[in-house]
């Protein structure tokens, strides 16, 4: 597997396009997604229980695992607006797919932005009109541009990768998202398309995404804020000619026989992972990256409790914000309780007392116990980088282990989400 | 019932005394509270799995339902400090049990501060030889200033209620409170002692702590943070001499036949309450409160788990952090998303196209549809007070109902919890 360029067009038979048409004030604000033939799809969407009205139109479509384009917009996310608003979601996929020459059903569609107001139907139907001549199989930049709300770079991924078992070489997956704020498990503020080439089974799509999703959207947090809007999409229009990739069930309970599955997920994984780690450095506000790496947890359930609690924390995400010159001191000084008591919060099974913490690689607490600011303050700040922590909570009781990603909470996080504008 | 001055030496033969003894820089940090006689008495403790020497100390000798001394210590947690936590803990104790002339079993102890820091305990056995001849029917003030961190008010609270059955009149209750940050249900970086001179049953005192905290205490967020060693204890000397006030079982449920009991319920409901809300006002960089009232649930969980995941939506309590002149529009055009949103992610059984939500007095959404930021803004404006919003959020799918107070998040709470000095 290789990282390569082109993001979602990078996959064979793929266009795309992004365009300002009026939603916000001068920045592209519609991007439109095409594979030249149907593609196997499927999405995964927001657990919240105010969905929004596209998450509810593309629920419904995404039962019949065959979509050919994605129509997205951001700087309104039609959450929070009655009937009118799921007539909207229909009247989106209905207008791009009178543009493309494609049925209704084939369009998914995704919004982002702020909630409780009319989207401004006109302007998007004009957009559609200006996107379409505009799709391009160069243009992947310009669809993930057009998603972005407070993110402050684009994210977009690619990466070819071999499928040796009987097949004819390679597959490409690529990949863009938006997060910013409102990210938290399961699923948040966050659009992601995926596409690829790779030709394999309905069934086997849904269970490589649910496998990734789960191993990297669902492990990020930005501010624990869920949102109405969460999206995945991932099509694959198998024009890369590969033997079919496949699963299939055994009394129930899925059995994996193609080991080609094993190579596709590998790279779903990648591209799902690589994303959502550029969606937690992209936070608002962010200024560090912090990897919460559990181990040694009786259960996997424990595992993630700790860790989404600990990358959670109000107060250890404003420790991390401190200022360049004395942030290890203050890691030092308050991190180790910070974790301490979060995990303690995290209605997960322990034992406190076997509980070992490290600061990148040095140890902060043993058995439940500080071992010394001053000892790890000296320590830590030769390791230290400037923008990124790794903690490792091993609880020394059991083998399951987990890896969840989050950033630091700072006064620009509050500047941002304090603003109507 | 009535207010009264006094804090926690209003009730007969209680005396407080509060002392620098130099754990913290200059700021006073021992706290003694002393009843003239042995008093009937409970704690409640942090459910943090991890908990402070202090507090694994005390849930074993409350056991005994019987106390006559309370000393407490601020600018250092004593936890994650190991078998050497707990002995100063004991210490603790001992020293002050020696001080005063009674068993070391009669005497309570907590901390609050820094965590992962052994406890000087040569400074805290000077200071308990300090603070013992100070103690006075009248320092109640001092004892409150000497258990603050980074509170900015001392929360002191007295009132006296008649018992009017078959008593002899009135039954004093006082109290005091420390909070700011780190607070959020169940019980926080809280400390609160309360002092009573009724004369009650073990059962009945512990019965009407426990509904009290629990409208009261376990209702307040800062930051969704739970500390290690949040603690509440209640002493009741039985110097009032009023009728003995009773609970007793019929069938293993409660029945409570004594109605002395639920005016005694009454006051110390408004004792917790208003030491609560207190907290929530002067949560950490907090410059405004926040009342949210959930109606209409189905069942009080469900009530319960929405009115907690609102009050602690970080972007929520960011939007309340708007500058004075433009608050008004952030709330009316983010607030209503932003609290559709939390509910949403509560895990409660709702249905969101049933749902109502009012800003004060203010309709913002109905069916689950935002009623538009310019007709609520306007009509915000007229009605919003500079410091304090009431967001009631009708479900109408039943008839439980609850209150949660929390409080806004502003640059302020973050410049105080990077700090390590």
Redesign the interface.
């Known amino acids: 597997m290789k990282e390569i360029q082109g993001g979602i067009t990078a996959p064979q038979g793929f266009k795309a396009a992004g365009v300002h048409c009026g939603i916000k004030r001068n920045k592209p604000d519609l991007a439109l997604i095409y594979s030249e033939i149907p593609a196997t799809s499927w999405g995964m969407f927001t657990?919240?229980?105010?969905?929004a009205a596209p998450v509810q139109v593309s629920i419904k479509k995404i039962r019949s695992r065959r979509a050919q384009a994605i129509l997205a917009n951001s700087g309104n996310?039609n959450?929070?607006?009655?009937e009118k608003g799921i007539q909207d979601a229909q009247k989106m996929a209905r207008l791009a797919a009178q543009e493309l020459g494609i049925k209704e059903e084939m369009v998914l569609v995704a919004s982002t932005g702020?909630?409780?107001?009319p989207l401004p139907m006109l302007q998007i139907g004009a957009g559609i009109k200006q996107a379409k001549p505009l799709l391009s199989s160069k243009k992947s930049e310009e669809a993930a541009k057009a998603i972005l709300t407070t993110d402050r770079v684009i994210k977009e991924i690619a990466v070819e990768t071999d499928i040796p078992r009987r097949g004819k070489g390679k597959v490409k997956i690529g990949g863009i998202a938006k997060g910013a704020?409102?990210i938290?498990p399961s699923l948040a503020t966050m659009l992601c398309f995926i596409t690829t080439d790779a030709c394999i089974t309905e069934d086997a799509l849904e269970e490589a995404i649910r496998l990734a999703v789960n191993k990297s959207f669902n492990q990020i947090s930005i501010?624990?804020?869920?949102?109405?809007n969460d999206t995945v999409y991932i099509m694959a229009n198998g024009l890369a000619r590969n033997k079919r990739i496949k699963t299939w069930r055994k009394k129930k309970k899925l059995r994996v026989k193609d080991e080609n599955f094993d190579y596709f997920c590998q790279a779903l994984d990648f591209v799902c992972i690589s994303l959502a780690k550029l969606i937690v450095r992209d936070g608002e506000g962010a200024t560090r990256f912090m990897e919460v790496k559990v181990k040694g947890a009786a259960f996997p359930k424990d595992a993630r409790r700790i860790a989404k609690a600990v990358a959670?924390?109000?107060?250890l995400k404003?420790?991390?914000?401190?200022?360049h010159s004395?942030w290890g001191?203050?890691m030092?000084?308050?991190g180790?309780?910070?974790v301490?008591?979060?995990?303690?919060?995290?209605h997960?099974k322990?034992d406190?007392?076997k509980v070992d913490i490290y600061f990148d690689e040095i140890l902060a607490?043993k058995?439940?116990?500080?071992v010394?600011?001053d000892l790890v303050e000296k320590r830590l700040r030769e390791v230290l980088k400037e923008d990124e922590i790794r903690i490792t909570i091993q609880l020394n009781q059991g083998s399951c282990q987990t890896t969840f990603w989050g950033c630091d909470?700072?006064?620009q996080?509050?500047?941002i989400?304090?603003?109507?504008v």
Chains 1, 2 share one sequence.
């Not at 657990?47 to 969905?51: F, H």
């Not at 501010?223 to 109405?228: A, L, Q």
């Not at 959670?312 to 107060?315: A, G, R």
């Not at 058995?367 to 500080?370: K, P, S």
């Open positions: 657990t919240n229980k105010v969905k996310a959450a929070c607006t009655g702020y909630i409780g107001k704020g409102m938290s501010d624990g804020d869920m949102s109405t959670n924390s109000t107060l404003t420790a991390m914000a401190a200022t004395n001191r203050v030092a000084g308050l180790v309780g910070r301490m008591a979060a995990l303690g919060a995290a997960a322990i406190p007392n607490v058995g439940g116990i500080g010394g600011i909470l700072t006064e996080y509050v500047k989400n304090k603003r109507y």
